[in-house]
């Protein structure tokens, strides 16, 4: 079956950085997107990986290697409005989106 | 404002009754999506309409059933609904070729919290 894991919730302190991991077991894999969802909106785009390596975008980077079905989410400086959820999500082989269940994330001050 | 709105943003029904949540996207893209998300749980696809063709039913029980009468429109009329279906209904709108102008990404409506008594 096809899988992807990530952890439930992790807790950070304002102005730290924190590292949010998602493994996927997928037949096939033809890119990997991380989103944002605050409590009660809708899920927005943050991240697309398709090769190997580290994109950065501001605040936030994302990393993946396809060897080890592995990507992290880095937020840096971060800020109480980074408090929310932050899925993983996976295209697999038939361009099937596979999801993860989310992380939660809690900043604290 | 993601480009995809969604209405009602909040429905109570109860298991005899018939609704319809309705979903709008100003972006015109050709693909639009109905997924079901429960807390904890990862995103449940449902259906999947490109170019206002049905191409996917994710084994969808028939209470649960779509229309999309235009690539801008796209609706999920529920009838007969059982507590377990309540849960956070939300639509999405994707470019279906992706390509290099674009990752292919998903844009989600703010979603329909429904609950089923």
């Known amino acids: 079956g096809q899988n992807i894991d990530q952890p439930t919730e992790m807790t950070a302190t304002e102005g730290a950085i924190v590292q949010i991991n998602c493994t996927y077991q997928t037949s096939g894999f033809n890119g990997l997107f991380w989103y944002q969802q605050h409590a009660g909106e809708a899920p927005t785009f943050l991240s697309y990986?398709?090769l190997d390596g580290l994109e950065e975008k501001g605040r936030f980077s994302s990393f993946l290697s396809r060897s080890k079905g592995y990507s992290y989410l880095l937020l840096k400086e971060l800020q109480m409005k980074d408090s929310a959820s932050y899925l993983c999500?996976?295209?697999?082989?038939?361009?099937?989106?596979?999801w993860g269940a989310g992380t939660k994330l809690i900043i604290k001050p | 404002e993601t480009g995809v709105t969604q209405t009602p943003r909040h429905l109570v029904m109860g298991m005899t009754n018939k609704k319809s949540l309705k979903c709008e996207q100003h972006l015109g893209h050709n693909a639009m999506y109905w997924y079901k998300q429960s807390a904890k749980k990862p995103l449940e696809l449902m259906f999947v309409y490109n170019f206002k063709e049905q191409t996917e039913n994710n084994s969808v029980p028939s209470r649960f059933s779509p229309e999309c009468p235009n690539s801008s429109h796209l609706f999920l009329h529920l009838h007969t609904l059982q507590p377990e279906d309540s849960a956070l209904y939300l639509c999405?709108?994707?470019?279906?070729?992706?390509?290099?102008?674009?990752?292919?990404?998903?844009?989600f409506g703010e979603g329909s919290r429904l609950t089923v008594l």
């Open positions: 990986n398709v």
């Open positions: 999405a709108s994707r470019h279906p070729d992706g390509g290099m102008e674009n990752t292919g990404e998903l844009f």
């Open positions: 999500a996976v295209i697999d082989s038939n361009y099937q989106l596979i």
